[in-house]
């Protein structure tokens, strides 16, 4: 197999989709490659999921640049791509004096960086907007433009969009060999398929610098620095409608207490660098800590409410910096390396900005046929009974309620596997089936025999999310 | 809309047995279940392993034999039933919506039945750290798959979760060629009953490791192993007993929750302890003509308990649909677990209906010679000693029309218990 494209991304992570959907603007062959089977499988799957307002980075940094100009683009991309976005402000909380001092670096930082709307506010404002908080806040910084979405969603929203505007992505491709031939650069994948490349960019997250050290680029290293989370079952009632920082320290922005777009607590993450790129393990030190520090903040929070806890890595470059630059040695090769936060926010202002440097580089053509909108499965729990009627006269598997804590039809199953999946977490990811209270407890089996079906092959063969995450080990009968 | 005398919500041991009942009262037999799974009879099916019925029936039957005897007198009395439909709505007037491929159907039922089941406690639920790879299941998704579907799920696996349903699985993996090296039990007794210990682990060498739990699993595609530390009495890791068990499969069974979201779209009033709406000694929930049995009242240990108590619901349902004034201007007494006792069922007594009735409840700690005691005003209406009390036990005491007749109405029945 040999494929030759323009411009060619390595990971499938929200900030390589979005680059990739942004570069089908123009009239580029286009290609990502993703040593997983499916696109959101390392960073973009496990963060916080806020859309930050711009305050917390250092002025003149790329990291602020981009998350400014990101939050600014965010409701706009959502809209297009059909993801959750809800703008519900965040506050950052303070518990004595030094903190308030903190409060008030960060707003006028926040100015700086062309941050609209911030203010502290008073302990009274705090606790008659969100009465839950600990009485033993003094101030907060309200933060207007913060928001929360769905990062695994919006990055298979860019990926269906690119995918629709002409991109290719190859799977399972895990890059071990990168060469120069004449004007391209040939790229190897471990099972020795290869594709060539006029533009080659580097999205590969915590492995970026392996990345760009293959390409005889720029030699840096990026640390992966481990967050624990919990999710908590759908409350009656939120007990914070907004995003909840505490003052951050130099490890980061804390522990956040925070709703998500379907209706979940979702708290943390804690930090701590870790040896191994993969180790996405969470530990019960890293778990009691989250938890204690979340219940400073919102004293009324319960272990009984847990339903999953998970952990995610972050790509922490050794300059502490976004690393989004062409090799000075290597002519178009582009590192877009150590996105870490505010790298959900930034993301789509990233991929314009790449998009339009390497469009003018390769002094290419818009593409007019170019669509911006993508529409997402229809969900039958967001649906009203007469829209939920209409869909399963035209759609009868959408009246087969498959998992029953998050009610998806079998509909939205067939249609996540039409525009994709391949796995169990694939479909958990666009479908939320397995996502609710009983984690997959009635719905796994249904599942690995809807894929089955549509995928045509053996229930041995289904995995969890690639490789050797089989779930069933050998057959014993027929049904 | 269609309309129903009674409509029982789910198609298990509890909703058929309330079923079959409300329909032997009704001139008007216009009962209807409503199940979402493809068959009738509920997790039962799925349960293969013999033990049900002991009670009942006087014999051993299997789940699903236990549970066609049930299905086999719905199919002769021609009792409505709807398969692979899903409840999504029930309002406190008593109209339900319900979906299957059809369509969407709204039905007007005199009485209701809730009769969903409960759902299994996960993982995530007991916070157990580590890697999230394949390999992972709770007891019931592994019954499913292999009992129903015909898969091996595993070489080598490791229980956690000494209950009925974690020892059964030990024995059931087993003889699917598994090995099962180990059924981990963070508390320092088993809540499964002794045969199952002897049966399911004893005769086939399966080690059960009492007040230890697992503290890591492993693996990044697979499972690769669990490490497991022995608990102190405060149930926290004791620090240097850490072991590592190599395996490819974990098997959670660590409890069951009432499945009670329809309930709570109702406005139905849910005891904390038990997970299930508070009923009276009819069965009746804080809403009128909504009756509740099963799992989804309080979790079980037996299935002929289950019936028995859907047969009391059934019957009150059909007498409300017939009959809903007898029901009004209810009052109750409160019906109160105190020392010691965890939770009690019913939770109240209606005054309108005072007939006997076996109070259910389970204790609070495994005890060694203890008495039960039911009391009122003051006065021990009746005692029991019991040598052995264990929380996985389900406990009952019947409530004759001789001790109700000593009742002040006025005052609470209180259920406790003292050690000897």
């Not at chain 1, 806020?50 to 809209?79: L, M, Q, S, W």
């Not at chain 1, 690119?162 to 190859?170: F, K």
Request: hydrophobic share 40%; glycine share 8%.
């Amino acid at each position: 197999m040999s494929r030759i494209y323009d411009v060619t991304v390595i990971g499938a992570g929200i900030v390589g989709m979005s680059i990739l959907r942004e570069l089908t603007r123009y009239r580029l062959n286009v290609c990502c490659l993703e040593k997983m089977e499916d696109v959101a499988e390392g960073a973009s799957k496990a963060n916080s999921a806020i859309v930050h307002a711009g305050y917390d980075p250092i002025e003149g940094t790329k990291k602020a640049r981009f998350n400014v100009e990101g939050n600014n683009i965010f409701a706009d991309i959502c809209n297009e791509l059909d993801v959750e976005y809800k703008m519900v402000g965040s506050l950052v909380v303070a518990f004595d004096d030094y903190e308030i001092n903190v409060l008030e670096e960060l707003l006028q930082r926040g100015k700086r960086n062309g941050v609209k709307g911030l203010e502290i506010k008073s302990q009274e404002w705090v606790f008659e907007n969100e009465p839950n908080l600990s009485r033993n806040i003094k101030a907060a910084l309200f933060a207007p433009y913060s928001g929360i979405t769905n990062p695994y969603k919006l990055t298979v929203a860019l990926f269906e969009n690119a995918v629709q505007n002409g991109a290719d992505i190859i799977f399972s491709f895990e890059v071990c060999k990168i060469e120069k031939d004449g004007d391209y650069f040939v790229v190897h994948s471990a099972d020795s398929r290869f594709i060539k490349t006029r533009v080659l960019i580097n999205c590969a997250g915590v492995y970026a610098d392996e990345i760009s050290k293959l390409a005889g680029a720029k030699l840096f290293k990026i640390y992966p620095r481990r967050g624990q989370y919990y999710i908590l079952d759908k409350p009656d009632k939120m007990p914070v409608t907004r995003v909840i920082f505490q003052v951050p320290t130099e490890k980061g922005k804390g522990i956040l207490v925070a709703p998500t777009v379907d209706g979940n607590v979702l708290i943390g993450p804690n930090s701590e660098y870790i040896d191994d790129k993969d180790d996405t393990a969470t530990t019960q030190k890293g778990l009691d800590e989250v938890f204690e520090k979340a219940k400073k903040v919102l004293p009324s929070l319960s272990k009984r409410d847990v339903i999953t806890t998970f952990s995610g890595i972050r790509a922490t470059p050794d300059n502490h910096d976004f690393i989004i630059e062409e090799d000075e040695n290597v002519e178009n090769f582009i590192n877009v390396a150590g996105i870490e936060s505010p790298g959900l926010t930034s993301s789509v202002a990233i991929g314009r900005y790449i998009a339009e440097k390497v469009s003018s580089k390769l002094n290419a053509k818009r593409n007019l046929n170019f669509n911006p909108y993508r529409e997402d499965i229809k969900r039958f729990l967001k649906l009203s009974d007469e829209e939920r009627v209409r869909m399963i006269k035209l759609y009868p598997s959408f009246g087969n309620i498959v998992c029953r804590c998050e009610l998806v039809s079998e509909y939205e199953i067939l249609e996540a596997i039409k525009r994709g999946a391949r796995t169990i977490d694939g479909i958990k990811r666009r479908t939320r089936a397995g996502m609710g209270r009983c984690q997959g407890g009635f719905c796994l089996p249904r599942v690995i025999g809807i894929l089955s079906r549509e995928l045509k092959i053996d229930k041995t063969k289904i995995t969890k999310f690639g490789k050797n995450s089989y779930i069933l080990t050998e057959k014993r009968w027929e049904e | 809309m269609e309309k129903y005398k009674v409509v029982v919500i789910g198609g298990g041991p509890a909703g058929l047995a309330a079923a079959l009942e409300s329909f032997k009262i009704l001139d008007d037999k216009k009962v209807l279940i409503i199940e979402r799974d493809k068959f009738l009879g509920g997790i039962l099916n799925q349960c293969i392993h013999p033990g049900f019925g002991l009670h009942y029936f006087k014999e051993e039957l299997t789940g699903p034999e236990y549970a066609h005897r049930f299905v086999e007198q719905v199919v002769e009395n021609r009792i409505e039933y709807l398969t692979e439909t899903h409840v999504i709505d029930i309002t406190p007037e008593k109209e339900i919506v319900a979906v299957n491929k059809k369509g969407l159907k709204r039905i007007k039922a005199d009485a209701i039945v809730l009769a969903m089941g409960c759902r299994e406690r996960t993982r995530g639920a007991i916070i157990t750290p580590g890697t999230r790879p394949a390999g992972i299941f709770t007891a019931g998704q592994a019954q499913r798959l292999i009992n129903i579907e015909g898969y091996r799920i595993g070489k080598k696996a490791v229980i956690v979760g000494s209950g009925d349903i974690g020892l059964i699985m030990a024995r059931r993996l087993t003889l699917e060629g598994i090995e099962v090296k180990a059924v981990v039990e963070i508390m320092p007794y088993s809540t499964g009953l002794r045969r199952n210990i002897v049966q399911c682990l004893d005769d086939f060498g399966i080690p059960l490791l009492l007040s230890h739990k697992v503290v890591k699993i492993h693996g990044k595609y697979r499972v690769e192993g669990v490490t497991i530390a022995k608990v102190d009495s405060q149930l926290q890791e004791i620090p240097a007993t850490e072991r590592f068990i190599e395996c490819d499969t974990v098997l959670f069974s660590v409890g069951l929750i009432p499945e009670n979201e329809l309930s709570k779209k109702a406005g139905i009033v849910l005891d904390i302890k038990t997970g299930g709406p508070v009923v009276d000694n009819t069965f009746s929930t804080s809403q009128k003509g909504i009756f509740a049995c099963g799992n989804v009242l309080h979790v079980h240990d037996l299935v002929d308990n289950v019936t028995l108590e859907a047969q009391i619901a059934g019957r009150y349902a059909a007498i409300y649909s017939q009959h809903p004034e007898l029901f009004e201007n209810n009052i109750h007494v409160n019906i109160v677990a105190k020392e010691g006792i965890r939770y009690v069922v019913p939770q109240k007594l209606n005054k309108n209906f005072v007939q006997p009735f076996v109070l259910r409840f389970r204790v609070d700690n495994f005890y060694k010679d203890a008495i039960v005691t039911v009391s009122n005003a003051g006065k021990v209406l009746v005692e029991y000693k019991k040598s052995i009390l264990t929380p996985g036990e389900m406990e009952s005491i019947e409530i004759s029309q001789k001790i109700l007749s000593q009742l002040d109405f006025s005052n609470d029945i209180v259920v406790s218990l003292q050690n000897i």
